[in-house]
Every structure is written in structure tokens, then in C-alpha cells.
DNA sequence: GTGAAAGCGCTAACAA
DNA sequence: TTGTTAGCGCTTTCAC
């Protein structure tokens, strides 16, 4: 137990007002008496009780990050540095992983605000409109990335964009028949709703703009969970040869492991191209070609105007973090 | 800003002992005015205000957890699994990276101490005396992980036994001349200390005293940050197919990326052991032989042990969980 | 420049 | 079963 303000003011001789002033470098209490209570607060180890400052001042110092996990290195690689940035500010960083679960994310949300945090970072799992009203009653400033929900704001890099480039670029390299694989994310009881626009869609739309709006291409999508099963097949029936465009560098390593494992040789046999530049490719041969989205800037980004918010600033609902094209050696 | 007890009272026409009781499912209550406080509760969308029962009963019901950082897989996992089990016990957790700094990881712990949370799982980059007087000196519960300091709860691996038993399945493949691979970890001004015993240390020794208790082994250590350099030139100059154990499944990673660059063929030109089995070996090829240490467990038998810590339960100071050698295709 | 006092919202011990 | 009261430790306003 260390000691309290109030048994320094007694030992002082002055009161806790005064004690107040001379540690938290308040105005209005002269140079000498500071000394002597910073003095006194040295020696019996004083440690400043944070639950009661925030009790009183109505700031938790503190903010929720909600995740769908930390296995996945594209969140892990955001909490570092969004609990960086949080430090940075004298903020601590309660990390809560929802497993994409509907009654988890719920119920951290519930809890972080109990312990009124005094902001949320949140990678929303759940949709929908009455999920947004929740949110919103919930009164504490929220920044989202990965998933868009209206009215939220929100920071990520412009995914159509993002994807409408990125197939660009494969035609660049001259490939005419693509295949697109964007597996379903969800696993547990989330809410669907036709609200939301999450990054996968985005990247869903901005490749199909690009198909739409281009002549002479032969476009397949591959949304479901087996589309390792279904790409090896479709490399095998020939047919031109195809690149398979994944909405994330996770789809693409597992696609490369598994032609490796069939004797499907990339790119000679089909081309490949990721999406997130995860830190892992660096490790890989041959370098899979993706689109680099900094999540370090992201996170960076996400935290300015997190904080931004909790100041009371207003903030465009929108922000955009910039991306880029990384060619590798799978096309 | 939600309704409080008070405010609740003063509609129920009961006081606020009342309402406590009926909220928190407190004894000493008829059903009838529970159910009453309990409807008017959920009308005015109470949140319990978990900093005001904090500060009341002594306990933040939130444990911090230190790392060197998050970008290493091995500890975004386990951090993942330590939020998990927290949060199941109704904790949450505070995650703080250290960036292996000596002034940032003491910061983190003054900083934590002063939120009161009930325990901390560290991940210490810090040794010596006053280091463990200083962690004695905040009064909370502290279990450690990675690194052993002595006095302090620790969880992990048996890392002497498991490295003993590598070289052993080293040798056991045939190897005669091993190469033991543990480049430096600290990065800033950390402390220097005798008193400390390092995961690294402890595989260190564990090798060395295979080496130094079996005859006929051709032994060398690269502890330097240019081992991949190193390692290239030992294979280079010949005198027997040589076998790399690396005291982490990074440097393995480092090293049979650089051979290839080099031409240099794994197993058919030198054999190459990791240690952790990081789940991103699954994407390698081919697959490092490594020793897996089971994250999950280890996280959650260092949760169970913080808990008891945090009960009040005496612990054996030590805790090992179990291991295993994971044969691969790189010896 | 310093002190006194009233909170922040919840808990717990004791009375009634 | 319910109410009263005195905290938890810090902050802040206002008076001196």
C-alpha cells in the first residue's frame, strides 16, 4: 500500500489542496512548499492512485482496442502500434479479442464502457443498423477500421480503389482471364445487415468496376471457403492462363501452398496476387505480389483522429491512409 | 452519461444500499424489489461504473500485460490467449510494449501500478538485483514469462531440457559438426546483471552441456548479429555437412532465406533446426524441424498461476509446461 | 499562496 | 428486508 495524499498534506503540515498542486504541477503554490511535498511524496514512494483520478476527473486515461484476434499478424501489427501511439499520450490500451463472435463483441463493448475508456478503436465484426444506433448510444468517441460502418468514423485505405488498381495492374502483366477469391469472413452469429460496407465488399466492388468497365477479360470469383480445391481445379481444366487475385495475403499463402503441394508452379502455371503486404511474404519464395497498406500508418492515422474525437474536435467521418502496389514474382 | 445508483434510488424510492443489492445480486433483498430496481435499471440503461467500484472495493478487476512487442508472432499469440483467459475471469487487459527499453518498461510497470491492476504478466527485458527489488516493491502480483528472474513467479518451457534434447535429435540425424545460433536480443540501454537467467541462456547451456557430456562433436557458436553471414562462410569452406540450431524459429527463418539467396540447399548442404514453432513455419517450405513450446498453454497456465497469485494462493515459484521436438524436413 | 469542503459513483458495515 | 453512514483517493471550487 503506498501512501495516500492526504497522509502527505498531514505530514506537511498543509492540506490536500496544496498536496495536489505541488505533484501534479498545478499553478498558485509557491517553488519552496512544492519542493518539500515532492520531497516527502519521494521518500514515502508515493505512487499517484489512478482509479480515483479518474473518478474524479471523469477521464479514464485509457482506450479500448476490440479485435478479432491477434493471431492474424495485420492486427497484431496494428495493436503494436496503436498501443504506441496510446502511450505516447499517457493512455494504456485495454486490448479485448472478440473472435468475431457477436455476444463477445457485445459484451466488450458493454464493459469497456463501464470502465468508461475514453475512446474505442474497434474492428467491427457485427453490422447493421441497430448495431450502429448501439454504438452510438454508447456515448464514447469510436474509430473503425477494416469495416465500414455509416455514421462511424473511420480509417482505412480507399479499397476499391485499392483493388481496382491491383487488378490493373495483373492486366498490366498481362493476364486476360482472373479470378478474384474472397472467402466469407464471418464465423459466429453476426448480425447481417445490408448497412454495411466492409473492406472485402469494397474490394469485391472495385474489381468487379474494373471488369465492368474493361473489354476482353474472362472474370471468375471465388467466394467460398474451399476455393483451394476449386483454383487448383481451374488452374488443371486450362483455358488461358489465370491469376488469382486474393482480398487478402492470407488466401494467397495458403493458394501457394497448396499449387505447391499440387505441382502447380506460380507464375509459370497461374499467377498470384495478395492484398495487406503482410510482414511474413518477406519470408516466402517466390515474392508474392501485393498491395502494401502500412498499418502503421493506418494505426498512426486511426489513433490521431481517435484522439481528435476525445478532444471534442470535429473530424471528417472518413479518412483515407495511402496504399501501394507491390509487384513480387507470382505474376 | 449514464443513470447511477443514486439517481435510481431516488426513483425507487429506496436507497442506494437497495439498489446495490439488487444489482449486484447481493443477499438480504425480497425478489419484488429487485425485480422493480432491475426494471428500472434497464429502462434508464444503467452502466455499472466499474472506475467508482474500483476505487470502493480495491480491486481494478484489469491485469497489465508487458511485452517486448507485438510484431513478434510467439508474443501476439500469447498475448492473444492471455486476453482470452482474462477476459473469462471477467478481467481485461492493459497490453504495453517495451520495445526491449529499459526506461519504457519501468514506465509501463509505475504506470500500471498506479492504475492498481490486480496483476501483471512480464515479459522482462530488464535484470539484476534492483530490478527485482523494484518489481517486489510495487506489491502486486507479477508472473513472468520468457525470461526468469529469480524470486519471481515464472511460467514457461524447461528451455536447458528442451535444448539438450534438440541437439540430441540433432545428432541422432546424423549431424556431427552443430552450430548453435543466438545472436544478441537486447536492444537499448538495458541493465546488465549476473543474477539473470535468459530463455536464451538456459538453451545456451542446454546445448553445451550435450556438447560437453557426449565425445565426437565438432561445436561452434555464432552469437553475433551477422550469423547469416557467418553461417554462409562455415558451409562454404566445408569439412563436414554442419547442422544449424537456432535459439529461435526467427533466425531459422533469417537463415533459410539467406541460403537460398546464397544457393545454399537445405538439408542437402546443411541442416537447420529453429525452436518455438512459430505458426508460420506452416507456410514454409521446407519445414523447419523445431521445438514447440505450445503458446496456448504456456499462456494459459501463466493466467492460472497470476490468478491464484491474485487469490492469495501460494505458488511454487517455477511452473514448466510441457514441449516437444517437431521433426520437419531441414535436418 | 493556502485551506476547507463538497463531490466523483459505488461499497460495506452497522443500525433499525 | 431496508436504510444510514462513512469511506475509497483525488480534484476542484471558493473563500480567506
Chains 1, 2 share one sequence.
Do not use: W
Not at 7 to 19: F, P, Q
Not at 97 to 113: C, G, P, T
Not at 136 to 148: A, C, F, R, Y
Amino acid at each position: 500500500m503506498s501512501i495516500t495524499t492526504k497522509e502527505i498534506a498531514k505530514i506537511c503540515n498543509v492540506s490536500r489542496g496544496t498536496v495536489d498542486r505541488a505533484l501534479n504541477g498545478r499553478a498558485g503554490i509557491s517553488s519552496v512548499t512544492r519542493e518539500r511535498i515532492q520531497a516527502v511524496a519521494r521518500e514515502y514512494h508515493y505512487r499517484p492512485h489512478l482509479i480515483a483520478s479518474s473518478l474524479s476527473r471523469g477521464k479514464s486515461m485509457s482506450i479500448g482496442v476490440v479485435l478479432f484476434d491477434l493471431k492474424n499478424r495485420y492486427f497484431s501489427q496494428l495493436s503494436n502500434t496503436i498501443s504506441l501511439a496510446a502511450r505516447e499520450k499517457g493512455y494504456f490500451t485495454y486490448i479485448a479479442v472478440s473472435e468475431k463472435d457477436y455476444e463477445s463483441e457485445m459484451h466488450i463493448l458493454q464493459n469497456l464502457a463501464s470502465r468508461r475508456v475514453d475512446g474505442i478503436l474497434l474492428l467491427p465484426a457485427i453490422q447493421g443498423r441497430d448495431y450502429i444506433r448501439f454504438l452510438k448510444s454508447l456515448e464514447i468517441p469510436i474509430v473503425t477500421t477494416g469495416n465500414h460502418l455509416p455514421g462511424i468514423h473511420h480509417v482505412s485505405i480507399n479499397d476499391f480503389d485499392a483493388a481496382f488498381e491491383s487488378v490493373a495492374h495483373i492486366s498490366h502483366c498481362g493476364y486476360r482471364r482472373i479470378c478474384f477469391i474472397c472467402p466469407p469472413l464471418r464465423k459466429k452469429g453476426a448480425l447481417k445487415g445490408k448497412l454495411n460496407i466492409t473492406s472485402q465488399d469494397l474490394r469485391a466492388r472495385g474489381v468487379r468496376y474494373f471488369i465492368d468497365t474493361n473489354r476482353g477479360y474472362q472474370f471468375e470469383m471465388l467466394l467460398q471457403k474451399d476455393y483451394a480445391d476449386k483454383a487448383v481445379a481451374m488452374v488443371r481444366q486450362g483455358g488461358g492462363k489465370i491469376a488469382f487475385f486474393c482480398s487478402s495475403d492470407v488466401y494467397a499463402l495458403e493458394l501457394l501452398k497448396r499449387f505447391r503441394e499440387e505441382g502447380i508452379s506460380v507464375p509459370r502455371d497461374a499467377g498470384l496476387m495478395g492484398f495487406d503486404n503482410l510482414d511474413i511474404l518477406a519470408y516466402i519464395t517466390p515474392r508474392i505480389t501485393t498491395v502494401s497498406t502500412s498499418v502503421e500508418t493506418q494505426g498512426r492515422k486511426a489513433m490521431e483522429v481517435l484522439f481528435k474525437l476525445i478532444a471534442g474536435e470535429t473530424v471528417p467521418n472518413v479518412c483515407y491512409v495511402p496504399y501501394e502496389i507491390c509487384p513480387g514474382e507470382t505474376l
